[in-house]
């Protein structure tokens, strides 16, 4: 039987505009196993983007608990909070993220610089490996505007893997390509669940369920029962 990889309990969270607070989670509970795939779908507004920054250490709840392989997240100072994430988490956006400054391989060696106790020597090996993975070793000395959407993507992917996480979460990782080219995506994305990656997607797209593990809907801040709209 799988072991859980991350466990929330109660979780809530809300925003302050002037005196008035705007509930966003309602105590939410979620248990996520080591090597799932779980998508958890929603409208705009329902709160999918603020629990996935919760999941991901990027944002502070105001209620209830959260334990990642046994780890009381809320415990955890900031300092530890970042290095913690550094070293169990890849992140994948909707809009990639990428800089646009910076060549394929230094948007993908940033993590590692993060990390720290890396030569550079060893992080161009990693980026080279990560990104040979994706497909996308010949584009290692490009630039993010000389590639597609697709090629984006992959290169957000990448990044994401460079630092051999547990958790990889994606938020709306097809929301800004095309139709076949977010099939692609999607295709990585469950070629990584297969080599034991756990993979947590937030999306409103429908055709990323076919793929779930386990997928949750979210409305309003809370998880929807089976059957419930």
Not at 126 to 132: G, M, T
């Amino acid at each position: 039987m799988p072991q859980i990889l991350l466990k929330i309990k109660g979780l809530t969270k809300s925003y302050r505009l002037g005196k008035r607070a705007y509930p966003v989670l309602k105590s939410l509970d979620l248990c996520v196993p080591e090597g799932s795939f779980v998508v958890i779908m929603g409208k705009s507004g329902s709160g999918k983007t603020t629990l996935l920054n919760m999941i991901g250490l990027l944002d502070r709840f105001d209620e209830g608990s959260y334990h990642y392989q046994g780890v009381d997240i809320a415990g955890l100072d900031e300092n530890r909070r970042c290095s913690f994430r550094n070293e169990h988490i890849g992140f994948v956006f909707q809009q990639f993220h990428l800089i646009e400054a910076l060549s394929v391989a230094q948007n993908v060696e940033i993590p590692l610089i993060y990390h720290g106790g890396y030569s550079y020597r060893r992080r161009l090996e990693r980026v080279k490996q990560s990104l040979d993975e994706l497909g996308l070793a010949d584009k290692i000395n490009n630039y993010p505007n000389e590639l597609s959407g697709g090629e984006q993507q992959r290169v957000s992917i990448s990044r994401a893997l460079v630092n051999n996480p547990d958790l990889i979460l994606a938020d709306e990782p097809t929301g800004a390509l095309d139709t076949e080219t977010g099939r692609q995506v999607i295709t990585q994305l469950m070629n990584l669940n297969k080599q034991g990656k756990t993979v947590l997607v937030v999306t409103h797209d429908e055709e990323m369920k076919r793929y779930a593990t386990e997928c949750l809907r979210l409305k309003d801040g809370v998880f929807l029962k089976e059957g419930e709209a």
